[in-house]
Structure formats: C-alpha cells, structure tokens
C-alpha cells in the first residue's frame, strides 16, 4: 500500500529501454519495406516517365491494352496519334504507352 519513491522510480528507469525495443521491429519492417517495395517502384515510374517522353513518330509501341500500333503523331497534349492497321489512326494517351519495340533513328539536322 505504501511505495517508497526510490521504488517507484526504478519502475519508470526500467521502462524506458522497452519500449523503444518494442517499436524496434516496426521500424525494422518499415526500412525493409521501403528499400523492397517503394524505391524500386520510384525507379520504375522514373523510368517510364522518360521512355513515354522520349516517344517520336515511326516508334513502334505496346499500349496497355495490348495494340502493338506505330505512332504517326506526336501532341502536345499528352496524346499521341498511333496508327493500329494501314489507314486507321486512334489517338491514346501518353502515359497508357508500356512499351517501345522499335525506336527510330533521330532526323539529321537540316544543315548537315
């Protein structure tokens, strides 16, 4: 019924080194966590981001639904005109581009 204040003191010195042991393994989850999942899908997204950039016309591309299609526009809009068989253009989104198969060789410059 009576605490002595040296007990009581030790009880909350003892307390302190638990509970950071405690949120230890949470913290451990989280880096592993971050240098599995995260960063990695940061690089990816990066990745892609400059490949949908770097699109120019006579690219051959795979868009998300499949269409392997050529591009014969490039939009300012975040749009590009891709033709899917001869004679038939749809225009599709930038970013729904996965994949450039064929990349054409830059123009030379004019002067050259």
């Known amino acids: 019924m009576f605490v002595t204040p040296a007990f ?7 307390a302190g080194p638990g509970q950071l042991g405690q ?5 451990l989850i989280f880096v592993i ?5 995260i960063r990695p899908q940061q690089k ?3 990745e892609h981001k400059a490949m949908v950039e770097a699109v120019r ?6 868009t ?8 014969t526009k490039v939009r300012e809009d ?13 225009r599709v989104i930038k970013q729904t581009i ?4 064929s990349k054409t060789e830059p123009a030379a410059p004019a002067g050259k």
Do not use: C, H, S, T
Request: no cysteine.
């Open 33 to 37: 966590m971050y240098f599995l999942l």
């Open 8 to 14: 009581a003191q030790a009880a909350d010195g003892a």
């Open 44 to 46: 990816r997204a990066k």
């Open 78 to 90: 975040g749009e590009v005109e891709v033709e899917i068989a001869p004679g038939v253009n749809v």
């Open 64 to 71: 998300q639904g499949g269409i392997v299609a050529k591009v």
């Open 57 to 62: 016309r006579g690219d051959q591309v795979v």
């Open 23 to 27: 949120f230890l393994p949470l913290i």
């Open 98 to 101: 996965v994949q450039v198969l």
